[in-house]
């Protein structure tokens, strides 16, 4: 039986797909809307959740558009983003549990409207304590706890 591969092998895996924009097939595309899409490298994403420092935050829309960007395409995939985000946070976590002491400081990452990412290692209540940690306020009014005044916290500065 095969061993089961960690984040990391996943992330660290290169399929054809990866960071290649494509053209949306036309019985999919909205009048006037996007026309082409990248499917990102899971690196990609893993690299720009890297980039908030402590008190900045990065939303999942933001890590799109500039994956978009990079790929000179309309649109990034939100749905491979979304899971390559996931396979960042847990290969973070397994590095953490081996004595890792920089890992990717995957809780800065959320989702666009501010709540926190339910899929992280730990639910939200472990992305709560930990971005609780680095000053943020947390609120938990909604179902989905969401951080308080995280436009302004943003690491592209909105």
Sequence with gaps: MARKKTAREKIDTDHASHGKAFQIPEHLQKDGGPRTMVVPHPRDVERLMKTPRKGRLITLGQIRAKLAKA????LCCPLTTGIFARLAAEAADE????????????????????????????????????????????????????????????????
Excluded at 71 to 74: I, V
Excluded at 123 to 146: C, M
């Design 71 to 74: 790929a000179k395409a309309d």
């Design 95 to 158: 590095e953490a549990a081996a004595g890792a002491k920089r890992i990717t400081p995957y809780w800065r990452t959320i989702r666009d409207n501010g709540d926190l990412v339910d899929k992280f290692p730990g639910g939200v209540d472990a992305q709560a304590r930990r971005l609780r940690a680095e000053g943020f306020r947390i609120s938990t009014k909604r179902k989905t706890p969401r951080v308080e005044d995280f436009a302004r916290k943003s690491a592209s500065g909105r």
